[in-house]
Nanobody, 124 residues
Framework: VQLQASGGGLVQPGGSLRLSCAAS????????MGWNRQAPGQERELVAA???????NYADSVKGRFTISRDNAKNTVYLQMNSLKPEDTAVYYC???????????????????WGRGTLVTVSS
């Protein structure tokens, strides 16, 4: 499975961007697709994920501002990012996997595939 991400760039605070990630190859059994991000000097963190059935999960820091959606026919996931803040600046990585585990803290996404990152810079 290959993941091809696009849509990063420079945007002013309060602006919007939409990221896209298309899966190709043997992708028919993929369960979830999502986005993680990594800011300079920080660990990679989950931003949002969506299962094939449409269940979504978001980091608290992006709830109400970001929306993840998926087109199963196209094997493509989208991340609509609104009201962007400077702290959203990071490299965003598309990911996908076959299995989601659940524990009391919430879903655990077992990532099998990573795309190349796309840089999002929020700055005036």
């Amino acid at each position: 499975v290959q993941l091809q991400a696009s849509g990063g760039g420079l945007v002013q605070p309060g602006g919007s961007l939409r990221l896209s990630c298309a899966a190709s190859g043997n992708s028919f059994s993929i369960n979830f697709m999502g986005w993680n991000r990594q800011a300079p000097g920080q660990e990679r963190e989950l931003v949002a994920a969506i299962t094939r059935g449409g269940n979504t999960n978001y980091a608290d820091s992006v709830k109400g501002r970001f929306t993840i959606s998926r087109d199963n026919a196209k094997n493509t996931v989208y991340l609509q990012m609104n009201s962007l803040k400077p702290e959203d600046t990071a490299v965003y990585y598309c990911n996908a996997g076959h299995h989601v585990d659940y524990d009391p803290s919430g879903p655990v996404y077992n990532v099998d595939y990573w795309g190349r990152g796309t840089l999002v810079t929020v700055s005036s």
